[in-house]
Nanobody, 114 residues
Framework: QVQLVESGGGLVQPGGPLRLSCAAS????????MGWYRQNLGKQRELVAN???????NYGESVKGRFTISRDNVKNPVYLQMNNLKPEDTADYYC????????WGQGTQVTVSS
């Protein structure tokens, strides 16, 4: 089993930065990717960014060049650095870990508004 806890969400002005963290615990050795998704009410959950255990990253088209996913090693949190935030980035952000099963955190809310 894997447990994921997100932190770092909040209210930020357009153009500002925010960093999300996802701390993972449990049996981490069997995970092959971790990442972030986001969802707004009535919409499908969409990929923001993910990173494989080999360090390969993948980003959603709308965040490329603005967001960066990073992780030092399997024991450290996964970070999502979000820069130049836009109102359309407002959503609930979820940490995801992929292994023998797909694991999700509870989510953290990001609101971009002046």
């Amino acid at each position: 089993q894997v447990q994921l806890v997100e932190s770092g969400g909040g209210l930020v002005q357009p153009g500002g930065p925010l960093r999300l963290s996802c701390a993972a615990s449990g049996i981490l050795s069997r995970l092959y990717a971790m990442g972030w998704y986001r969802q707004n009410l009535g919409k499908q959950r969409e990929l923001v960014a993910n990173m494989t255990s080999g360090g390969i990253t993948n980003y959603g088209e709308s965040v490329k060049g603005r967001f960066t996913i990073s992780r030092d090693n399997v024991k450290n949190p996964v970070y999502l650095q979000m820069n130049n935030l836009k109102p359309e980035d407002t959503a609930d952000y979820y940490c995801d870990a992929q292994g023998p099963n797909d694991y999700w955190g509870q989510g953290t809310q990001v609101t971009v508004s002046s």
